[in-house]
DNA sequence: AGCAAACATGACGTTAACGTCATGTTTGGA
DNA sequence: TCCAAACATGACGTTAACGTCATGTTTGCT
């Protein structure tokens, strides 16, 4: 009745493959799930929920490495000041680059609407003379 | 005096490599440099312009594929209704997964400034029990 | 004509992020 | 206790986007 759970359950509530999350433990993403011995790993909830933050940061467009880099902050909190000053320089240039993507994202944006605009007067144009029902 | 540049110094000028160049042929990213016969490609200004686009869009995480289906509109006009209107709705796709990108990373970036200002406050604190001037 | 620099082409190598397969070991239930 | 399902581990395969070599051909200059 406690969370442990075995590979297959956590995989299947997560949506990713064992596979997947022994790469991530052998990358340092997720601690190795707990074992007595040398038999099977179990794992936590705290487990699936690194596993879904992996995933938004994946989708975010960043690397493995780059998450390997920040996904402990969403799950411990380092001590002592100089990890904590470490952290948060981290924290910023993420911010930067995050700053970055967004601007060339919405600056793309205007592009493809300019381009649409383009289109959708060259097809109304056409439709006027033409198709006039 | 015409624009008739070889590999290398288009390459040079564009920051890639001629095999990059090569590749992006044989992808259609590209058309293939004009030659006579079988000796050597000659480039033009337009295939720089078309070079520096490619680099734009990669930056924005679009993929080669990707690319392919939209870099034309940039610089030729389809011809016909039904080419127009398949690229406008290829244009409103791209629109929509942009817009879906721009909000996840806007997302993205509260959850830092969130982290950030938590990290800000805990070493504020910190400063003022110990490190007053 | 002669020659070095630049180009063409093909083949094999590389990194990220896993997939797939083979083989052997653990577990939990009948 | 016995066995099938689940797990562990290692090795090889895969896609994208090129890099790097090796080898042979073209060009531009003297």
Redesign the pocket.
Known sequence: MNGRM????LTERAG?????V???ER?GLLPP?E???????YYTEETLARLEKIGQL?QLGL???DIRDVIDLYFTDPSGIKPKQKVLALLRQHLAETDQKIGALQRFRSDLQAHIARFERWLAERSEDTGER
């Not at 074992?35 to 790993?41: L, P, V």
Request: glycine share 16%.
């Open positions: 075995r590979i297959g359950d990713v493959t064992p596979r997947t022994r790469y991530y990358l799930g074992r007595e011995g040398h038999g099977q790993h994946k690397s493995l490495e």
